[in-house]
């Protein structure tokens, strides 16, 4: 499925880890879709355990990758 890219910026903490659920919502799109991606390769992951978690790193470049609108980035250092 095609992303079209959003009018305003979406904003992703690249030093967080984001659920499969909160990824789906994010990107407006059903949690099998981001399955696919993870198992296709095109989305990275961590698995600790059971859970699977998104970087934030990861889920920048797959929302850039479908052709989101460029990203804000979001330090938590600057976030205060």
């Known amino acids: 499925r095609h992303i079209e890219p ?8 690249r030093t967080r880890l984001y ?3 909160t990824v789906a919502q ?6 099998s879709t981001v399955y696919r991606a993870i ?3 095109a989305l990275d992951v961590l698995r600790i355990g059971k859970a699977v978690r998104v970087p934030g790193t990861a889920l920048a470049q797959w929302w850039e990758a479908c052709g989101g609108a460029p990203l804000s980035a979001v330090d938590r250092n600057e976030v205060r």
């Open 19 to 21: 659920r499969v659920r």
């Open 26 to 31: 994010l990107m407006d799109v059903s949690p």
């Open 39 to 41: 198992e296709s390769g």
């Open 6 to 13: 959003s009018e305003e910026t979406m904003q992703i903490d």
